[in-house]
């Protein structure tokens, strides 16, 4: 599974916003990867930020 869908799969499998260390740590990547994926995420339009610093699915 590529890193990109690792994160998103810790997001959608959550229920709540999550931070970049935590999702770090559910997925097994690097907290650096993670911040470039989510990066890469929100200018895809996949996640978005409810609050600073927490990401989540967009619905």
Not at 9 to 31: F, Q, Y
């Amino acid at each position: 599974m590529e890193k990109v869908e690792l994160v998103l799969k810790v997001l959608s499998d959550s229920d709540k916003p999550l931070r970049p260390g935590e999702i770090a740590e559910k997925a097994g990547i690097d907290k650096k990867e993670v911040s470039e994926l989510i990066k890469q995420l929100k200018k895809e339009g996949k996640i978005e930020s409810p609050k600073r610093c927490y990401y989540a699915i967009k619905k």
